[in-house]
Every structure is written in structure tokens, then in C-alpha cells.
């Protein structure tokens, strides 16, 4: 059976002296996962953004709802109210 290169020197340290050498960072690898992490912050903030305009928007309309038919604001007078308790 043969064993790559890297497979052999692997193996070789692991079996004989260990140098105790921690490697070099990746950094095609931190980059990537940075790169990854951007761009979902990007995206919750997008998202977040979205659904507060969308809040915004919902609540300007039912503003200009309120505007167009004054009535709307309360169902009830104060004469109504006042009658309510009464009755109860």
C-alpha cells in the first residue's frame, strides 16, 4: 500500500520525536470564515431593518386609517361608557 507524502511525515512524527509545533493560522481559511461571518451579520441587520420598516409602514397606514375616519379612534363615547357601567 502506498502513503502520500504528507500521510508519511504525519505518520512519522506521530510514531517517532514530537517537536510540540503548533502550525501556522490558515488564512485562506480565517478569511473565509470571516468573510462568512460578514455577510451573515449583514443579513440579520438587513432582516432587522426590514422588518422594522415594515412595522413603520403597517403603523403609518393604520395612522392615515385613523386620520380618514376620526369616529374610528374610540367606539365608545363617554355617554356609552358611563352607560355601560350603569348597566352592570
Known amino acids: 500500500m502506498k502513503i502520500p507524502l504528507a500521510e ?3 505518520i512519522k512524527d506521530q510514531r ?3 517537536k510540540i509545533v503548533i502550525g ?3 488564512v485562506l481559511a480565517t478569511k473565509k470564515r470571516e468573510k462568512e461571518e460578514r455577510k451573515q451579520m449583514e443579513d440579520k441587520r ?3 431593518k426590514i ?3 415594515d412595522a ?10 385613523l386620520e380618514l375616519n376620526p369616529m374610528s379612534l374610540s367606539l365608545y363615547t363617554d355617554a356609552d361608557v358611563s352607560t355601560l357601567k350603569c348597566q352592570s
Not at 403597517?58 to 392615515?64: D, G, L, V
Open 8 to 10: 508519511r511525515l504525519f
Open 16 to 18: 517517532l520525536e514530537r
Open 24 to 26: 501556522e493560522v490558515d
Open 46 to 48: 438587513i432582516k432587522r
Open 51 to 53: 422588518v422594522k420598516t
Open 56 to 65: 413603520d409602514v403597517a403603523h403609518a397606514q393604520s395612522m392615515e386609517l
